[in-house]
């Protein structure tokens, strides 16, 4: 697994198993900048793991759940389009978005997301192959955002490397830590 210093790395799961506490150590040792999203339920295993091993974790789409964990922060999918009413409660909280294009850039940063990841940068199953940006597509698209940006989608170990050709500050990953 080679992975790059200057990123940070947004480690998507959905639950913990040893392959992948090992695979996040592994990370951890080599890497100061690991951040978990939780997808799914968030499960006391996996409370206890970002905390016992200080890594900052952060919950998808509920704001109160968020608040309720004490979670760092909060992570907004594309489909979210609400904006956080309550912008005292989650003054403490790191608001990271995901979007798929420039409208949904445009929400993000309504929704005050200091990240945001773009996707799909390489091919996955879960987009048709002319959904893809590409490295190219990807730096034209983000060209003229001010926030930090995060590549995300499809990211494994053959690939990884053409990271390097974008303007983002950080990735965001699933698969290469499930392998």
């Known amino acids: 697994m080679l992975m790059n210093n200057k990123f940070d790395y ?21 890497r100061k900048k690991i951040h ?35 979670a760092n ?8 389009k609400k904006l956080i009413n309550n912008v ?10 995901s979007a798929h294009n420039q409208l949904e850039y445009f929400i993000k940063n309504k929704q005050n997301c200091s990240i ?3 996707s799909p ?7 048709t192959y002319n959904q893809i ?9 983000t060209q003229n955002w001010k ?9 494994n170990s053959k690939n990884i490397k053409l990271i390097n050709l974008t303007r983002c500050d950080s990735i965001g990953i699933k698969s290469l830590i499930t392998l």
């Open 116 to 118: 945001i990841m773009l």
């Open 147 to 155: 926030n930090k940006i995060c590549a995300l989608g499809g990211i």
């Open 88 to 97: 005292q409660a989650v003054k403490n909280l790191l608001v990271i978005g």
């Open 10 to 30: 947004y480690i998507f799961i959905e639950q913990l198993n040893d392959k992948i506490i090992d695979n996040i150590l592994k990370l951890k040792n080599q």
């Open 36 to 70: 978990i999203i939780i997808i799914r339920n968030i499960s006391d295993l996996i409370l206890k793991f970002a905390k016992k091993n200080q890594i900052p974790f952060y919950v998808k789409d509920n704001v109160k759940l968020a608040i309720k964990h004490k």
């Open 133 to 141: 940006l590409n490295p190219i597509r990807f730096n034209l698209i």
């Open 73 to 80: 922060g909060i992570f907004l999918t594309s489909k979210n």
């Open 121 to 127: 940068i390489f091919y996955n199953s879960k987009y």
